[in-house]
């Protein structure tokens, strides 16, 4: 087989490639930007001819400080074809955090492997591609990890927000990429309060901007003081996923986390909510990606944190579809 998942996460396909993961071959492709999928990627720019990602992606990286030389960057934009030593690799969207991607590779013996990477919105943010095999990610890999209320999360968090915000600032804490995608939902559902950020989380989001995210009124703290923002007390304000845990009582506190299943919004404390606003594909939405898939072989990928063997089992054993785990220990 032309596939071969690492047990540290590196996605091995055809000759040439490592998706996700260090391998000494000649390109590493990265999905995206989150620490899971940049695994020794120091390690694979001394290693590999080239790094291949999404331009946003590549501008995030820097961001990050990873340090990639001009001569390593190779910058993919969404459908075009790269053609690699006989071997041809594509990048396609990805509804996960803005540069995301899927990768379709045809190998040199003319087998067509399609890479998910993390995504959502099957079918509509990610288009289904075709394949003959498939590696499809499996976070929410179990039968029982369904959100029936996932579409009414985004204007359910805004009310939320909206509401808060009338009575004090707000923080709203989750991971780079979660954090300009929460941005662009509360915008668009009709919170037009100032939006604060800075450090890392102010210049990915300038990034997400450049490429094309439409966000206004977003300020640096020291802008947000200069005009008066802060004094009013009318703003959002954005912090890293980690930073919840040092909240205290000045803020409307609003954490952003996936492992939520049971009601859309949890009450943690006093001032402080959970909000079920994840960026991955629940159990519905990994089977409906592989029920509308003509793949003849679907791999569950389980490098990384998921329940790979329990999708590959049900896809096995209830849609009667080959199936595999991998890697398989």
């Known amino acids: 087989m032309e596939v071969h998942i690492d047990s540290r996460g590196a996605i091995l396909v055809g000759e040439n490639f490592t998706i996700d993961g260090h391998w000494k071959k000649n390109f590493r492709v990265v999905t995206h ?12 720019v001394e290693v590999c001819y080239g790094i291949i990602s999404t331009p946003a992606t590549h501008d995030v990286l820097k961001v990050l400080g990873y340090k990639v030389p001009l001569r390593k960057e190779f910058r993919l934009n969404y459908g075009m074809r790269a053609d690699i030593d006989n071997e041809f690799i594509t990048l396609h969207p990805s509804d996960h955090v803005f540069g995301s991607a899927q990768v379709e590779i045809l190998t040199s013996k003319g087998t067509k ?11 509509t943010g990610t288009p289904i591609l075709d394949a003959d095999v498939l590696i499809i990610e499996s976070t929410y890999g179990r039968p029982d990890f369904v959100r029936p209320f996932k579409d009414d999360v985004p204007q359910l968090f805004a009310d939320y927000v909206n509401d808060a915000v009338t009575k004090g600032p707000v923080r709203v804490f989750a991971y780079h990429g979660k954090v300009q995608e929460a941005m662009r939902v509360l915008r668009s559902s009709g919170v037009i309060a100032p939006f604060v950020a800075d450090g890392k989380v102010r210049q990915i989001t300038e990034v997400a901007m450049k490429h094309g995210m439409k966000l206004k ?38 954490l952003l986390s996936g492992w939520e299943f049971v009601e859309p919004i949890k009450k943690v404390d006093k001032n402080s909510f959970s909000v079920a606003f994840s960026d991955h594909a629940d159990f519905e939405d990994l089977i409906y ?17 998921g329940y790979s063997k329990e999708l590959a089992s049900y896809v096995s054993e209830v849609l009667k579809r080959r199936s595999i785990s991998l890697p398989s220990k």
């Not at 989150?34 to 694979?44: F, G, P």
């Not at 802008?223 to 205290?248: C, L, M, P, S």
């Open 113 to 123: 492997v399609v890479y998910t990477g993390d995504f959502k919105s099957p079918g």
């Open 289 to 305: 990606y592989i029920d509308n898939s003509r793949a003849g072989l679907i791999v569950a990928e389980g490098g990384r944190r």
């Open 217 to 254: 009124d977003v300020f640096s703290i020291q802008e947000a003081k200069d005009q008066g923002i802060i004094r009013t007390g009318w703003y959002v304000e954005f912090k890293h996923f980690n930073e919840f845990w040092k909240r205290d009582g000045s803020h409307f506190n609003f």
């Open 33 to 44: 930007f989150h620490s899971d999928h940049t695994l020794q990627l120091e390690r694979s």
